[in-house]
């Protein structure tokens, strides 16, 4: 049997992947909690690592230290590095983490896995792109920021946790991959800082803008809109994966 990890970020990720799957277990691995649904050949391993690249890294090796698998993917919501509609997939060919103004190696996705994704998507008709995937330490909130890191690193899609899971499974010899969905476009800035909302401390402040600066809210709400929309697509997404899993085994 096949065992994928797939490492999702937030709860209303892990969220949007349960519900793909008609049930799932609960077992605690390396002390994380993880969602597990099995079919006929794949055992479909969900677990929430948190958010940035430093907690990707150790919930990964945790993980591995105590419990085998087969693959590793890093999967969630996304921004859009290039043209792209809210909801759309984004699969990784590979991920570049970038920390200051150069980027660092690029770390590769197994060829086979992107192709494999790319099919099953595309028999739910899925809109899709692929390309290189950039990996950074903090929420990029305005659209200056964003353009710059396309600009610098390119690709098409970023996030914060995919170049850390990558390292962890090349250093396992596992095949990694990244699928995700888009939850915010290139040229949109965000209603507010969320690296406030990433310290335990910041969360006051966070609080404090929405109030001092009402119009976050109407931007909060759109996000929520748009978050929604991802949700619902990265469901599609792996239901289609859980599909042809249930007819051919995963790349």
Not at 74 to 101: E, K
Request: glycine share 10%; aromatic share 6%; proline share 4%.
């Amino acid at each position: 049997m096949t065992a994928i990890g797939v490492f999702v970020a937030t709860r209303w990720e892990l969220s949007a992947v349960r519900q793909a799957f008609a049930t799932t277990d609960l077992h605690v691995v390396g002390g994380v909690r993880c969602h597990v649904a099995r079919q006929a050949q794949t055992e479909w391993w969900l677990i929430p690592m948190g958010v940035g690249p430093q907690r990707a890294a150790v919930t990964a090796a945790n993980v591995l230290a105590t419990r085998r698998l087969d693959a590793l993917w890093s999967t969630g919501f996304a921004c859009a590095l290039g043209p792209a509609s809210i909801g759309d997939v984004l699969i990784g060919t590979g991920v570049t983490r970038v920390d200051g103004v150069t980027p660092g190696e690029p770390v590769a996705c197994a060829p086979s896995t992107v192709e494999w994704l790319r099919q099953a998507a595309k028999a739910k008709g899925l809109e899709t792109h692929d390309g290189g995937f950039v990996t950074v330490p903090r929420v990029l909130c305005r659209a200056e920021e964003k353009r710059e890191m396309a600009d610098l690193a390119g690709g098409v899609g970023l996030d914060m946790e995919s170049a850390a899971l990558g390292l962890v499974a090349a250093e396992h010899r596992i095949p990694f991959a990244i699928v995700r969905t888009v939850s915010d476009l290139l040229d949109e800035s965000l209603p507010l800082d969320f690296n406030l909302f990433l310290r335990p401390s910041g969360w006051a402040k966070g609080v404090a803008t929405c109030l001092v600066h009402p119009t976050s809210l109407i931007g909060l709400s759109r996000l929520r809109v748009q978050s929604r929309i991802a949700g619902q697509q990265l469901t599609a997404l792996y239901r289609a994966c859980a599909d042809r899993a249930s007819r051919e085994k995963v790349a």
